[in-house]
Structures are given as C-alpha cells and as structure tokens.
C-alpha cells in the first residue's frame, strides 16, 4: 500500500523558515517524480513545486520560487520542502503527492494519483 | 486568480447530475491532459480522472470526464450525499512549466 506522510509543519513567525518532509513507503521512491501542493484555508489547491526522481529536475509556482527549495533523498525514501521567508499568505496546509507514473513513463500532465493526509503550516506573530 | 476557471458551486438533488467546467487556454488544456481530484475537508485529495477521461480503478462510472478543445467537464450523476466536496481541475501549462489547478467547485447535495 502506498503512503505518504507528511511532517515538519507548525507555527513559525513571518520572515522564519520551516523544513517539511514526507516520507513515503510502498513503492519504488526513486523511480517517481514528487509533488508539493498547498490548501490555503478558504481557498483552493495550489501547486508548490515538483522534483524528477532523481532530484535533477525542479520546478516552482512563482509565488514561492526563491523562497522555498524542494529536495529529495532516495536512500532514505524522503522528499523534502525547505521554506524560507515565510509570509502570512503560506499559511496552508501542505500536501506531497506522487505522480501517477513512474520514469521513464512519466509526463508532465500524467495527474498526480497518491497525496499525503497533509500537515499544517502557520505563519503567524 | 486561478489560471483555470471553475464554477464556485454548483448543486442538484439526490440522484441528479451535476456538471463541472474547467475552462483554460492553449497552453495548458489545449495541449496537455487534464485530471480532475475530489477534496474533501481534513482528508487527501483523490484522484477521479486522469488523461481527461479515465478513471483509476475504484472511481465509479456515475463520474464521467471530458475535454474539448481548452476546457475540460467533469460529471456527477445519480448524485449522492457522500459526492458532496470540492472538485478540482489540474494540468500541466507548458508556458508556466508550472502545474496549474482550478479555483475549485463545491458540489451540494440538496
């Protein structure tokens, strides 16, 4: 069975920094791309980032790009999110999420099939 | 502002349809597929469609998907209490490189 869990989230003040992680277990980690995407509350999904399964392909949304840094490690079946200059506006929760194919399958548009039970993020003083 | 347009809301009685639209442009529905996930609050997004219309396994046949051109339609028939959550439409937008979602589209069961 796939899993997904994310941890890491919490209470941090504006201008902070906070590493996410979600740690996957039941299938061959290093052969998919991962996801990062945000629910913000009252709002709908949007899509953070994503990371190649080798961790040599990244993209970002513009409202995070320079501030956060999506990584991964293989050997330890982990994806990570590390978060800088928080603002008010990345109060969300933050879900990771599998693609729904592994390498060398995988497309761009191909959906994104397995996510995390998600973990909360406030920015607040 | 979500790059793809969905509807706020829409509602039907029990055993009704509903539709969804999700309406984009060249650069991403145009000219990628689109998937569509069901959110229910405190729970993981799931996916209902991917390729614009088929179904992973375990999504009843009550759901169905389709695109035309850049907009893409999500259906609910034979409605149930347990259908009503926020749906949302995804794609890749290939000026972006960035994924993309709708606003999202809270179903109501009357």
């Known amino acids: 069975e796939v899993q997904l869990v994310e941890s890491g989230g919490g209470l941090v003040q504006p201008g902070g920094s906070l590493r996410l992680s979600c740690e996957a277990s039941?299938?061959?980690?290093?052969?998919?791309?991962m996801h990062w995407v945000r629910k913000v509350p009252g709002q709908g999904l949007v899509w953070v980032s994503h990371?190649?399964?080798?961790?040599?392909?990244?993209s970002y949304a513009d409202s995070v790009k320079g501030r956060f840094t999506i990584s991964r490690d293989n050997a330890k079946n982990t994806l990570y999110l590390r978060m800088n200059s928080l603002r008010a506006e990345d109060t969300a929760v933050y879900y990771c999420?599998?693609?729904?194919?592994?390498?060398?399958?995988?497309?761009?548009?191909?959906?994104?099939?397995?996510w995390g039970q998600g973990t909360l993020v406030t920015v607040s003083s | 502002q979500s790059v793809l347009t969905q509807p706020p809301s829409v509602s039907a009685a029990p055993g009704q349809k509903v539709t969804i639209s999700c309406s984009g442009s060249?650069?991403?529905?145009?000219?990628?597929?689109v998937s569509w996930y069901q959110h229910l609050p405190g729970t993981a997004p799931k996916l209902l469609f991917y390729?614009?219309?088929k179904r992973p396994s375990g999504i009843p046949d009550r759901f169905s998907g389709s695109k035309s051109g850049t907009s893409a339609t999500l259906d609910i028939t034979g409605l149930q209490t347990g259908d009503e959550a926020d749906y949302y439409c995804?794609?890749?937008?290939?000026?972006?490189?960035?994924?993309?979602f709708g606003g999202g589209t809270k179903v109501s069961v009357l």
């Open positions: 999420a599998r693609a729904r194919l592994s390498d060398p399958y995988y497309y761009d548009s191909s959906g994104l099939l397995h």
């Open positions: 039941g299938f061959t980690f290093s052969t998919y791309w």
């Open positions: 990371i190649d399964s080798d961790g040599s392909r990244v």
């Open positions: 060249s650069s991403n529905i145009g000219n990628n597929y």
């Open positions: 390729d614009n219309t």
């Open positions: 995804g794609t890749w937008d290939s000026s972006l490189s960035a994924w993309v």
